[in-house]
């Protein structure tokens, strides 16, 4: 579909498949694919490099301000170091979603996240929690990916058990429950289901038919 225009918006809870949708997504339209959550674990390494745990600290607001982060290309590089491989650990998730609930370290990044999608001309597939309510809200095409927590836990252990052979199923639901907590009731930009928003569930779905689903809707759309 050469002649279709975005930005694709693309939000979700913790491993609601919205990574997988919006990469498989961009690679189908020839799109810039930005998972914006991995701006978030660029400063979460951050907070776990230099020792700092709360959101508040005027440090870590200098730090932001300060980082240069690029989530294009398949890579996360922070202050020009490629850190791709090293921010998928429990620790640094749990630093970027402290980060996330701090107002002056979001500003900071919806700010980049805006000019990254202006930066294509429409055509990215843009995912992470507020991309559809706060980052680009107009954008054309905007989707809510969902799953129970039970269904996202399994799916996150089969991720974490090459690291950790001995976390438990009980252990990843209880982190996604506090995850999803956190970003649900923080009082900036909230994980939410915007107006107009198209929800989809992905609990019994495989990745090809949410994509498909999704590039149907792109396609009728185009139509209407």
């Known amino acids: 579909m050469p002649d279709i ?4 918006a693309l939000d979700g809870p913790v491993a609601s498949g919205k990574s997988s949708v919006g990469r498989t997504l961009a690679n189908q339209l020839g799109w810039v694919f930005a998972d914006t959550g991995l701006m978030y ?4 390494y951050l907070m776990v490099h ?10 870590l607001l200098e730090l932001t301000h300060k980082a240069t982060i690029d989530i294009r290309h398949e890579k996360v590089m922070l202050n020009g170091e490629n850190i791709t491989a090293h921010i998928r650990s429990p620790k640094i998730a749990n630093r970027a979603s402290i980060a996330a609930e701090s107002s002056e370290i979001r500003e900071l990044l919806v700010e980049e996240q805006r000019k990254i999608a202006a930066d294509t001309n429409g055509k990215i ?3 992470g929690r507020d991309i559809t309510s706060i980052v680009i809200p107009d954008a054309p095409f905007r989707f809510f990916l969902d799953a129970s927590s039970s269904v996202r836990a399994k799916r996150r252990l089969t991720e974490q058990i090459e690291m950790n052979p001995n976390i438990s199923i009980s252990e990843v639901k209880k982190a996604i429950d506090n995850r999803d907590k956190r970003d649900m009731e923080r009082d900036v930009s909230p994980l939410t289901l915007s107006k107009g928003t198209r929800l989809i569930n992905t609990e019994h779905l495989s990745l090809n038919s949410v994509v498909d689903e999704i590039m149907r809707l792109i396609g009728n759309s185009k139509t209407s």
Do not use: C, F, T, W
């Open 5 to 8: 225009i975005g930005p694709l």
């Open 41 to 44: 674990r660029a400063i979460g």
């Open 50 to 59: 230099h020792d700092i745990e709360s959101n508040d600290s005027k440090y």
């Open 125 to 127: 597939v843009m995912v």
